[in-house]
């Protein structure tokens, strides 16, 4: 026996449809009879027909979400609305400038060549550059990743937006 798994199935007083084994006219949506047994099935689960009420079928209810674990979107959202943070990079006497540029483009993919010059001149002249602002995660990851590269980095919180 077949069962009907769709959500709400309205009939209105002008929905005929076939009873299928004694092909008496029940029921005609839009004045073409049919036979569609998950139709038929829904129908009789709840009680349908003509003057035997229902007619309706519940919706199945809706899975939640697991308590703890979070949507790409909700963590896309999370990341967006977080706090600033600067990448600082601080002068050393180690690297060569070339070298510093060099890893600026790698680490940071939007960064240009005229761009990390400027940070890399700043750093040397003023003793620390701001790198990039972003969220915090991301700060974090570039801070590491310039610090594996070799160049003294920081990260801390404030900023404009991302």
């Known amino acids: 026996m077949a069962t009907a798994t769709c959500g709400r199935i309205a009939l209105s007083s002008q929905t005929h449809i076939l009873n299928p084994k004694s092909g008496e006219k029940l029921l005609s949506p839009y004045k073409r009879n049919f036979i569609n047994t998950a139709v038929l099935m829904a129908i009789s689960a709840a009680g349908g027909g003509p003057g035997k009420g229902g007619g309706l079928l519940e919706k199945p209810a809706v899975e939640k979400a697991t308590p703890g674990r979070e949507s790409e979107f909700d963590l896309r959202k999370k990341r967006k609305t977080s706090p600033p943070y600067r990448v600082l990079l601080h002068n050393d006497n180690f690297n060569k400038r070339e070298y510093v540029v060099q890893v600026l483009m790698k680490v940071i993919p939007e960064m240009t060549l005229d761009i990390a010059v400027n940070v890399m001149q700043e750093a040397h002249l003023n003793g620390m550059a701001v790198v990039i602002i972003c ?28």
């Not at 700060?139 to 160049?151: K, S, T, V």
């Open 135 to 162: 969220a915090q995660v991301d700060a974090e990851e570039h801070c590491m990743q310039l610090r594996g590269n070799g160049l003294l980095s920081s990260i801390e919180p404030g900023g404009a937006s991302c």
